[in-house]
């Protein structure tokens, strides 16, 4: 059935006036009715507490109440009579103001019990609970007191001082949707009980200095419009901020959560004072947005601090801050600065960084030189290779060289672990229904499996969450055990695997023993192990020759000193290994699989076949008789030439000598380093072939040594690095 445009016109009247009717009746949920207050109606609230989870509480609820200086008869007679309730003793009595207006100023200390901070004299009003806290702030003032003393500072040089009086709340403050129109001044106040002021507005600003809660309190979805003071405020229990906008400046100094604080989606737009904070449990800043600049300066974080998805438009300082526990910043986005510099961070803690966002023109991130570096942990390198970027490049920019090539190195750390995890992994695509099932997946799933890749093959681990059978719980266990590619014939399978292992191992090569290039100390480690290495081989081929019928071994005495330098140059090069590495065990084991079994092979095989060969009392090396000096010797390879004139020039080293032994070692550096202070080379005439095969494969790893190394100084020199990365 067709309708006309009249009908369309009669739909469109009939919505309009249901809209008109019942717009009242919506508005009048959404803003209760408030009754203004008067004298005779407050004293009749007074005079009939309302009963509320075990305690009586003044029901001052849904009131227009006008405590302007024009109504200040009204004012005052409303302070008095209030505070005289509330101070009567027995049954602690609570106060509830929610959904109420007031109109002017409100000092809330005129409506508690005042109380002495210091001194023996407390109230007979008060519980042994309520005396207990009451006693633990004490302690903790009169320990503040005796430290400024100590400091040789007066009241009046202390600022931080709390006054000698406070007021005592003993039954609960609810504040719910509650507006306070002019200036709300909670300031030097002990809530000993629960404050609930959820939705509360505070249009002209607030000041809660030095407050004390005792029970958990709660801001959530409140409003600030002007100043928020909270200074010297202390949390005993949860501190719930969420949704909170603060329109003016915030002011959180020297205060102290010894509980969870959560101050989720919550919108600051002003300046945000958080310094000489101490936060004793977990921090939730999610989903945040800073407008202006914010300050986390000398703050204490015992547990984890909470920034995931917040947003800071200016500068974020965490300067000279202690932190004990992991930072999330997944996802967060810094438009300007965050400056950790002078931070302190405990071996539990780092700064997890993935999904991190800095791409302004000005955005950077700010460190103490070699330390910010370590404590910026990503866990995975998709999704993740832009953010390593911009840190290398942020690093660079600084030039604070040794943390951008330890981003670097972070990320070709993912990058092995990316390589072996596609080596070894099993590929959703692929895998059989019994591998699925070993892997981890339950029957129903692993068919879900199967028939969501015959309709279409994985592309990513991510898309196993869209199988509906497959729960976040069963994708945390397998996602380090599967991959997502894309199905080849086996020929190409096989070639591709081939590829990613060489890319692996070779990848694992630099990371074990040059952390990618990043770290000199480490490949000087190496470097001095493996030339005392070859230096003891090459002493024992040369020396140990034969012990019958004559024999031509090496004295006592020159075994020792052998021992002794390579004993030296050994723990210097462990020393730096274990300094600098990161897995210092594993880079030793990589470091004796390319150096160990070839030429100890090679040495079983020349001790099993023996040698009887002339020039037997001679030794294998010769050296270049007519000069003695410090040499580079890049070119230089380690035989001697077959033109007799050369022939000439080169001697066979003297065994006879007590120095002689400083040869070997020479000749090791030589042939490694390229680097000694003689030219000394193997001779071409009467000598194993084994002995030679020895020499050659040193000489060969030491061209790949001197590769490395200088790559390593072109990435560790300021000046050079500079010139190679800003070219």
Aim: aromatic share 12%; proline share 5%; charged share 20%.
């Amino acid at each position: 059935m067709k309708i006309g445009i009249r009908g369309w016109l009669w739909f469109v009247i009939l919505i309009l006036v249901f809209l008109l009717q019942t717009a009242p009746v919506l508005a009048a949920i959404a803003q209760p009715d408030r009754t203004p207050l008067t004298l005779e109606l407050l004293q009749a609230r007074l005079r009939s507490p309302i009963p509320s989870e075990g305690t009586r509480i003044l029901d001052l609820r849904r009131l227009t109440i006008d405590l302007r200086p024009e109504n200040a008869t009204f004012r005052d007679q409303f302070y008095s009579l209030v505070q005289e309730q509330l101070q009567r003793p027995g049954l602690p009595l609570g106060l509830d103001l929610s959904y109420s207006r007031i109109e002017g100023d409100l000092v809330i200390s005129k409506l508690g019990l005042r109380a002495p901070l210091y001194g023996d004299a407390l109230s007979p009003i008060f519980t042994t609970a309520e005396k207990a806290q009451l006693q633990r702030d004490r302690r903790r003032l009169s320990r503040l007191s005796t430290l400024s003393q100590s400091l040789l500072l007066t009241p009046k040089e202390n600022l931080q001082v709390s006054p000698a009086q406070i007021s005592v709340f003993r039954g609960p403050v609810k504040l719910a949707q509650t507006r306070i129109s002019g200036f709300a001044d909670f300031s030097n106040t002990f809530f000993l009980n629960r404050l609930e002021a959820q939705g509360a507005q505070f249009p002209s600003g607030a000041d809660w200095s030095q407050v004390r809660f005792s029970l958990p309190v709660s801001f959530a979805s409140g409003s600030f419009g002007r100043e928020a003071q909270f200074r010297n405020s202390i949390f005993f229990s949860k501190a719930e901020f969420s949704q909170v906008q603060f329109r003016g400046e915030v002011n959180f100094q020297s205060s102290e959560f010894w509980a969870t604080a959560n101050f989720n989606r919550s919108l600051f737009y002003q300046p945000a004072n958080f310094t000489r904070v101490q936060w004793q449990g977990n921090i939730d800043f999610a989903q945040t947005r800073w407008r202006e600049q914010t300050l986390f300066n000398k703050d204490k974080f015992s547990q984890s601090l909470f920034l995931t998805d917040a947003t800071f438009d200016k500068a974020a300082l965490f300067r000279e801050v202690q932190f004990s526990r992991p930072v999330n910043l997944r996802g967060a986005s810094i438009l300007d600065r965050a400056d950790f510099s002078y931070s302190n961070f405990s071996k539990d803690a780092y700064l997890n960084v993935p999904g991190l966002r800095f791409d302004s023109d000005k955005a950077k991130i700010l460190g103490d030189p070699g330390q910010i570096g370590r404590v910026l942990s990503v866990p995975t390198l998709q999704s993740n290779e832009n953010l390593l970027r911009e840190l290398v490049r942020n690093f660079r920019r600084l030039e604070q060289i040794s943390d951008a090539n330890q981003i670097d190195y972070t990320t070709q750390m993912l990058r092995s672990r990316q390589l072996r995890q596609r080596l070894i992994g099993t590929n959703l695509n692929t895998a059989t229904r019994q591998k699925l099932l070993h892997i981890g997946f339950r029957q129903n799933q692993t068919e879900a499996l199967i028939a969501r890749r015959t309709q279409q093959p994985f592309r990513n681990l991510s898309e196993l969450l869209s199988v509906t059978e497959v729960d976040l719980a069963t994708y945390i266990s397998v996602r380090d055990r599967v991959i997502a590619v894309e199905p080849l014939p086996p020929v190409l399978n096989a070639l591709n695997r081939l590829a990613i292992g060489f890319n692996w191992l070779s990848l694992s090569l630099l990371l074990l023993l040059s952390r990618d290039g990043t770290s000199f100390w480490l490949i000087f480690g190496v470097g001095l192990v493996t030339v005392a290495y070859f230096s003891v081989l090459f002493w024992f081929v040369d020396r140990w020759r034969r012990r019958y019928p004559k024999p031509i071994l090496p004295t006592w005495e020159e075994f020792l000193s052998v021992m002794s330098l390579a004993t030296v140059l050994n723990l210097s090069g462990l020393a730096a290994i274990f300094r600098n590495a990161d897995r210092p065990w594993m880079t030793l084991g990589c470091w004796a699989i390319v150096t160990l079994p070839i030429p100890f092979l090679l040495l079983i095989l020349l001790l099993r076949q023996g040698r009887y060969h002339a020039q037997m009392d001679a030794s294998y090396f010769v050296e270049e008789g007519t000069l003695r000096q410090l040499r580079i010797l890049i070119g230089r390879l380690p035989i001697i030439p077959r033109e007799p004139l050369f022939r000439d020039r080169y001697l066979p080293i003297l065994w006879e000598h007590h120095w002689n032994w400083l040869n070997y070692f020479d000749f090791s550096f030589n042939n490694f380093l390229r680097f000694g202070f003689n030219d000394i080379r193997l001779r071409d005439q009467n000598i194993p072939g084994l002995v030679t095969t020895i020499v050659w494969y040193q000489w060969s790893l030491g061209t790949l040594y001197i590769a490395l190394l200088l790559w390593t100084l072109s990435r560790t020199i300021p000046g050079l690095n500079l010139l190679i990365y800003f070219k």
